[in-house]
């Protein structure tokens, strides 16, 4: 049984930092490309940062790129996701999910699992 399980949000104020991580079970680990994903209330699931299969690609989305780091240790089967210089704006549930496909996906339907999520909350 696949599971993926997010850690290290929180409360943060402006200007902030926190760093997320997602520990990965039932699945080989370095055989899937992950993702991080989030949503607002209110608002899609949005795509925020993505790692190939041995980390050396990464992809951001425009409005995190620059500020969020994505890497992973694929001797520990986690993902992470370094969040510096937080903005109220990127107050959400924060989810990582893998995909099984050999380039990132932005996508959310492209992935085949998914954590339960965390929380962000970016006071301003």
């Known amino acids: 049984q696949v599971q993926l399980v997010e850690s290290g949000g929180g409360l943060v104020q402006a200007g902030g930092s926190l760093r997320l991580s997602c520990a990965a079970s039932?699945?080989?680990?370095?055989?899937?490309?992950m993702g991080w994903f989030r949503q607002a209330p209110g608002k899609e699931r949005e795509f925020v940062a993505a790692i190939s299969r041995t980390g050396v690609r990464q992809d951001y989305a425009d409005s995190v790129r620059g500020r969020f780091t994505i890497s992973r240790d694929n001797a520990k089967n986690t993902v992470y996701l370094q969040m510096n210089s937080l903005k109220s704006d990127d107050t959400a549930i924060y989810y990582c999910?893998?995909?099984?496909?050999?380039?990132?996906?932005?996508?959310?339907?492209?992935?085949?699992?998914w954590g339960q999520g965390t929380q962000v909350t970016v006071s301003s």
């Open positions: 039932g699945l080989t680990f370095s055989s899937y490309c």
């Open positions: 999910a893998a995909d099984q496909a050999i380039i990132l996906q932005p996508i959310p339907s492209r992935y085949d699992y």
